[in-house]
């Protein structure tokens, strides 16, 4: 049996978009589908909350800080084969005033604290980019101003992090956001996921 960690933001957890509490059926998800797709010999353990950040930016509810939550969801988790990490989406809310850079150096907390944390357990990181927002809606555009530019930037950056740590990376731009929000990812997009984590974790098993 093989177990795989999915530590993420709104877009883990399942958000409808469009919705500020919708969250699409347990059968909908993409962490679901990608359950059904690897079969009984696999065990996929979603932990997915929304707002959740790469950086310490808010702290109420707990989960919603990247750092703060990290190490309690391994320890509850362990031992797991995969861990992965999807998050950065939420870091470009116009509000924190974060750069792509600030942010990419919050995310080499995750890889030193994984390292620490399965030093003597068999197991790997993968980093999947965050979706990348795109300014559908005019007042979504405005709570993450120039988000677009900065995530894809981020994206760029967080590629060659991973190269340099010797990390799994997981390119998951084919699947776009809806534009009911453009910022959560539709039924089809989904699909996409969960087709790109499996075929990911089977071509690494």
Same mark, same amino acid.
């Given at each position: 049996?093989?177990?795989?960690?999915?530590?993420?933001?709104?877009?883990?957890?399942?958000?409808?978009?469009?919705?500020?509490?919708? !969250?699409?059926?347990?059968?909908?998800?993409?962490?679901?589908?990608?359950?059904?797709?690897?079969?009984?010999?696999?065990?996929?353990?979603?932990?997915?909350?929304?707002?959740?950040? +790469?950086?310490?930016?808010?702290?109420?509810?707990?989960?919603?800080?990247?750092?703060?939550?990290?190490?309690?969801?391994?320890?509850?988790?362990?031992?797991?084969?995969?861990?992965? +990490?999807?998050?950065?989406?939420?870091?470009?809310?116009?509000?924190?005033?974060?750069?792509?850079?600030?942010?990419?150096?919050?995310? !080499?907390?995750?890889?030193?604290?994984?390292?620490?944390?399965?030093?003597?357990?068999?197991?790997?990181?993968? +980093?999947?980019?965050?979706?990348?927002?795109?300014?559908?809606?005019?007042?979504?555009?405005?709570?993450?101003?120039?988000?677009?530019?900065?995530?894809?930037?981020?994206?760029?950056?967080? !590629?060659?992090?991973?190269?340099?740590?010797?990390?799994?990376?997981?390119?998951?731009?084919?699947?776009?956001?809806?534009?009911?929000?453009? +910022?959560?990812?539709?039924?089809?997009?989904?699909?996409?996921?969960?087709?790109?984590?499996?075929?990911?974790?089977?071509?690494?098993?």
């Amino acid at each position: 049996m093989r177990k795989v960690v999915i530590f993420g933001d709104s877009n883990t957890f399942g958000r409808i978009p469009g919705t500020s509490d919708g !969250r699409y059926p347990y059968e909908m998800r993409w962490t679901t589908l990608l359950q059904n797709m690897l079969g009984d010999d696999w065990t996929v353990s979603p932990e997915g909350f929304p707002g959740r950040t +790469i950086l310490s930016l808010e702290s109420d509810p707990a989960d919603k800080d990247g750092p703060g939550s990290f190490l309690p969801v391994l320890e509850r988790n362990a031992p797991f084969d995969y861990l992965l +990490i999807m998050l950065g989406s939420n870091d470009f809310k116009t509000r924190f005033h974060v750069t792509p850079e600030m942010t990419l150096e919050g995310m !080499r907390y995750y890889i030193d604290s994984w390292r620490q944390f399965t030093d003597g357990m068999k197991s790997e990181l993968i +980093i999947l980019s965050p979706p990348v927002f795109q300014p559908y809606i005019p007042e979504k555009a405005a709570y993450f101003e120039n988000a677009t530019e900065k995530m894809t930037r981020f994206n760029t950056l967080l !590629r060659e992090l991973t190269e340099k740590e010797n990390v799994p990376f997981l390119d998951t731009s084919s699947a776009k956001v809806d534009r009911a929000d453009g +910022i959560h990812l539709s039924p089809e997009s989904q699909k996409i996921i969960a087709i790109l984590v499996r075929d990911l974790l089977l071509h690494h098993d």
